[in-house]
């Protein structure tokens, strides 16, 4: 069965068409890719798919479940954003236990997600700290956190990575990556980034202008680049 189905999904902001009758499948447990140049479309694609935008025209499958025009909390999806999106007043833990407490969880099972998301995150000595005490790094572990107790089946990033320095970031993609390996969760990944892209992907849709220009593993889409732009995008030899 497919994760995430989208099937002929265009979307317009006013006159100005974003996304151009796209169509992706996503596999289960598969880590995509969607990679593109500022402007192409790759947020507004991921929050089509979080529930946060309405879609123009198409429709969106989640688990084989139509979601279009499902709330994002009812779609099984976490979102992590570049931006981290912390309550700044609250610990570490609480900002892990609030949307669990929210949707009504018992303490105890909270306490164990919790304990698990600390393990495979390794931030167990961070949990009374306030995100302002926090490493960039280790606030975008814990925003991976609030995605990881919500027991979600897909989870969206939105260039997690783009605020951190190249070691962080090299640091933080081998975490991303072990992550999958362990959770093998699917996982649809926004980068501009092409070393990002060629590292942590199963497959890629690379993005141009709204529309998909290829949609491959890695290894095809730099060694056999359907036209110029997946070229020099992507830095394919000549
Ligand atoms: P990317 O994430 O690839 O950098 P975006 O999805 O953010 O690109 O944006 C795609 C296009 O849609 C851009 O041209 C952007 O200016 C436009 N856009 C994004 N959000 C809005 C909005 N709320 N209203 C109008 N245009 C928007
Ligand atoms: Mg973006």
Redesign the pocket.
Known sequence: MHSVSIKDLSLN?GS?S?LKNLNIEVADGEFLVLL?P???????LLNCIAGLLDISDGQIFIKGKNVTWEEPKDRGIGMVFQSYALYPQMTVEKNLSFGLRVAGLPAAEIQNRIAHAAEILQIGPLLQRKPAELSGGQRQRVAIGRALVRDVDVFLFDEPLSNLDAKLRSELRVEIKRLHHKLANTMIY?THDQIEALTLADRIAVMKGGLIQQLDDPLTIYNKPRNLFVASFIGSPA
Request: net charge positive.
């Open positions: 902001f100005i974003v593109g500022s402007g192409c479309g790759k947020s507004t926004v």
